[in-house]
């Protein structure tokens, strides 16, 4: 049974940072993550995506809100991917996921972690 599993959120003061990890399990052999993403969600708001690598070629993307503050990035021998958030803005607080999708295309999240940008 394929697990992810987050770390890393927190309380930090705006301008902060913080590095999001999200470590897959059980995958089979043969299987394997093609991608990884992290989304978001803030109270009220809908779920946006943050960013996504491809675990070949390490090619990214990212939402508008986060480009040039977050990089996403991927071990894949640790099967880990991160996010390292500079720049941290009240308007990023949100619960964020991890995604990763096989190379089957099966979806898998995580449990989500909380980010909270205060003063």
């Known amino acids: 049974q394929v697990q992810l599993v987050e770390s890393g959120g927190g309380l930090v003061q705006p301008g902060g940072s913080l590095r999001l990890s999200c470590a897959a399990s059980?995958?089979?052999?043969?299987?394997?993550?093609?991608?990884w993403s992290w989304y978001r969600q803030a109270p009220g708001k809908e779920c946006e995506l943050v960013a996504r690598i491809t675990s070949a070629g390490g090619s990214t993307n990212y939402g508008d809100t986060v480009k040039g503050r977050f990089t996403i990035s991927r071990d894949n021998a640790k099967n880990t991917a991160y996010l390292q958030m500079n720049s941290l803005k009240p308007e990023d607080t949100a619960v964020y996921y991890c995604?990763?999708?096989?190379?089957?295309?099966?979806?898998?999240w995580g449990q989500g972690t909380q980010v909270t940008v205060s003063s």
């Open positions: 995604n990763a999708l096989s190379g089957a295309l099966d979806d898998y």
């Open positions: 059980g995958f089979t052999l043969g299987t394997y993550v093609m991608s």
